[in-house]
């Protein structure tokens, strides 16, 4: 039985199609290797197999999958609490980080400064609930190549971030801000709910949530959720066959 190689997924991610190739989605069958998800490879812009296999299966993906997927690795469920979408958009990448008093939104700004193309900004923002992201840091950040901004703290403009094409995350709404002081740190560890977060941390965010994956087990989770998107693939097949949820699983 053939194997699902490199040259098979990139010719067009249909899970359907690649469970009947397999029997019974059997995850032995794929030919992939670590190397394949190298983290390095999400910010390098050109051509590599290795780049657009990457940024296929994560178009494709869900926090809830990732979630699962290092869960399943270290028993860790990564999840970033309390941090929500603020326009419904989906994104992905490696972090920088920044933090910040919430009366100080000038240090997001050296953030967006020392940020490269393709990354996204977290912010750390600590004190009194006061927005320290809105419109213009935005802008801004659309303008540079950023892949979003995930802010443990409070953003503001909402009425323009709503319908921006810029993803932003949030764990508070308020219409007031701080000032532009730059008194904050670009890119040290951080720990929130017990999570530590460093630069360079790969980070996956959409409507379901935010979940924060160390960099050194990057490569690990995405081929567990690689293995997990081709399993829930098998069970909706089942489903579409008449077969009952809990029959698939083996609860009865």
Known sequence: MSKITTNSFLKGWNQNKIIKEIDKANTNQLNFEKEDFNIKNLNIQD?????????????????????DALNNLTGRNGVLKNIKSINNKKTYGRIITVK???DDWGTSLLGIDKAKKGEILFILSLGESSAIWGELTSQCSKEKGLSGTVICGATRD?????DF???VFA??????????????IVNPELELEKVKIKPGDFLFADMSGCVLVPQELFSDVIMETLKIKLKESEIVSKIKKGKSLSEILNLR
């Open 47 to 67: 051509d590599s197999i290795q780049n657009h296999l990457l940024k296929k299966l994560l178009d494709s993906t869900a926090s809830c999958q990732i979630s």
């Open 100 to 102: 910040t008093d919430s």
């Open 158 to 162: 909402i009425d323009f971030l709503v």
């Open 165 to 167: 094409d810029y993803p």
């Open 171 to 184: 764990s508070e709404i308020v219409p007031n801000a701080g000032k532009p002081l730059g008194l904050g």
